[in-house]
């Protein structure tokens, strides 16, 4: 129904910074929000920052917060995040999500309430 294309992944020493694209098409028109989930081998997916369209409102993860940050390009039809000081632990699958829930009270972050989903771009960190 949406079709999410993601590109921007990468190899990229600590301390370094990557900036992930996403670019939204086909049935757009219900969605409200849109987020960045990542998951490591071994470990459980996790997001780590959404956006409410109404207001461009945010939210971040506590591990990522004033290290990264969402935003969304209308014209274009894109989603972005910008990582910045990357960790070795931020090392994982970046997927990019779109959903159809949101609120100015309440910005969706978790997987089910996301209805579609980027093939995931791969994010290395090293020491």
Known sequence: QVQLVESGGGSVQAGGSLRLSCVASGNTDSTVSMAWFRQAPGKEREGVAAIYFGLDTTWYSSSVKGRFTIS?????????LQMNSLKPEDTAMYYCAAGAHGHR??????QAEYNDWGQGTQVTVSS
């Open 72 to 80: 969304r390009d209308t014209l274009s039809n894109t989603l972005y």
């Open 105 to 110: 009270f309440y910005i969706p972050r978790s």
